[in-house]
């Protein structure tokens, strides 16, 4: 459609959603937050996708939320109360989530990348989270960006509101790699190409691991992983792993191309 703000395509298992709203810098409008959420939920029941991709035209990835809508009164909780859906989708998606940054974000736009299982940038690329100079509180996106953030550079940046490059996001966790522009296709494509090899099943269940609170006991920690990993090693989807390796072939499931 001409008038969307966010596109989708598949190809070769990575469905690319593009955040395309360079008037406002990818500003969280409500039709951005709304196709958004639409395009993350098609791409979770899509059995050819087997890696998101979420990617920008125009030289900001996402400025945050609309302010000109925040504005509005009668609206200005809407984008607060649907945003969390949109954060908690990139961060529980079964598939491997990639965010690919040419360009800064700010606020919001920040949740999505810490969001994300992988990102990487432009080595020209900001940060910021500037919600307390706007006498606003970064509460929604602390839900995924604390857990990726050293906690002295979150007690700094949430504070200050200072804006950061991106080899600091990369040292204190927030972005995986920061590379010159000339190489950033090279850069999302290895990372894409790399969990495309990773057995679907295998792949979501290694996401939940990392999300899951341990035991307080290590041997009830040990149990439960024996248990994870025993049934993956005698699972369809670990048996032909261990087959195609053992026949030195790509595993059924990587994307063919």
């Not at 196709?35 to 400025?63: M, N, Q, S, Y």
């Not at 996106?141 to 080899?167: C, M, Q, W, Y």
């Not at 041997?219 to 053992?246: H, K, N, P, T, V």
Request: glycine share 8%.
């Amino acid at each position: 459609m001409a008038d969307e703000l966010v596109h989708y395509a598949v190809d070769n298992g990575v469905a690319r959603i593009t955040l395309d709203s360079p008037h406002n810098r990818n500003a969280l409008s409500a039709q951005l937050r709304r196709e958004l959420r639409d395009h993350l939920a098609a791409a979770a029941v899509d059995d050819t996708v087997r890696v998101i991709l979420l990617d920008h035209t125009g030289p900001v990835f996402c400025a945050g939320m609309d302010l000109k809508e925040a504005g509005d009164p009668n609206s200005s909780t809407t984008g607060v109360n649907e945003f969390p859906e949109i954060l908690t989708r990139i961060w529980t998606s079964a598939k491997p989530v990639v965010a690919k940054l040419a360009g800064p974000a700010r606020a919001g736009g920040v949740g999505i990348v810490a969001a994300a299982d992988i990102a990487v940038a432009v080595d020209s690329a900001t940060f910021a989270f500037t919600e307390v100079r706007l006498g606003l509180v970064p509460a929604v996106i602390s839900v995924t960006v604390l857990p990726r953030l050293l906690p002295r550079a979150a007690h700094e940046l949430f504070l200050t509101g200072e804006k950061f490059d991106a080899a600091r996001a990369v040292a204190i966790g927030l972005v995986n790699s920061s590379v010159p522009a000339d190489a950033l296709d090279a850069e999302v494509d290895r990372y894409t190409g790399m969990l495309a090899l990773g057995g679907p099943t295998a792949l979501a269940a290694t996401k939940e691991m990392l999300r899951r609170a341990r035991a307080a006991d290590l041997a009830d920690d040990f149990a439960d992983m024996l248990e994870l990993s025993a049934g993956f090693f005698a699972g369809e989807e670990g048996q032909e792993g261990i087959r195609a390796f053992a026949e030195k072939r790509p595993a059924k499931w990587v994307p063919n191309g």
